[in-house]
């Protein structure tokens, strides 16, 4: 008798950092460098989440305190060593921005089956509007979130138009 075919699960690759003494994972296909941190420049009228904003590649562009806006309490380990670099369409338009996390561990492909959703996230885990699901990996657990929310329309904008202003 022929033996059928292996199912083939369609997998996603994701950047596993971590933050805040967690691990957290965003999609690839959304990160356009990981870089050292760098001085940043800070905002005086802005939300308590942007950290300030950073050149990059030729242009300035906002960095968020990932801490901040993932609403995580403060444990003593919230340093940053790098920025990760994000790209991604909110509403058709292209955003750049930069969240500030401890370290860059890995890549991974997961599937969708592999990413849990969860009704109710422990507080110190992030705010649950920026949380895709949970994965289960070599006995820890990695928050899948999604960067597309992780600076509002109007900060953003706010940020843009003031630095292209002057």
């Given at each position: 008798m022929p033996q059928s075919a292996p199912t083939v699960q369609n997998k996603d690759a994701?950047?596993?950092?971590?933050?805040?003494?967690?691990l957290y994972a965003a999609p690839v296909n959304c990160v356009l460098e990981v870089v050292l941190t760098e001085?940043?420049?800070?905002l005086p009228d802005a939300s308590t989440y942007i950290a300030?904003?950073?050149?990059?590649?030729?242009?300035?562009?906002?960095?968020?305190?990932?801490?901040k806006r993932l609403a995580l309490p403060f444990n003593?380990?919230?340093?940053?060593?790098?920025?990760?670099?994000?790209?991604?369409?909110?509403?058709g338009i292209n955003r750049t921005f930069g969240a500030l996390v401890s370290k860059v561990l890995s890549v991974g492909e997961y599937s969708r089956?592999?990413?849990r959703e969860v009704d109710v996230m422990p507080s110190d885990i992030g705010s649950p509007s920026y949380i895709k699901g949970i994965i289960e990996h070599d006995n820890e657990y990695i928050i899948v979130v999604s960067p597309a929310k992780f600076i509002s329309n109007e900060d953003y904008?706010?940020?843009?138009?003031?630095?292209?202003?002057n």
């Open positions: 994701y950047m596993v950092y971590r933050v805040g003494g967690h001085s940043l420049i800070s300030g904003i950073a050149h990059f590649r030729g242009k300035v562009i906002p960095i968020i305190d990932t801490v003593g380990d919230n340093s940053y060593s790098y920025i990760v670099v994000f790209e991604v369409e909110v509403d089956a592999e990413i904008s706010n940020i843009t138009n003031n630095v292209s202003e």
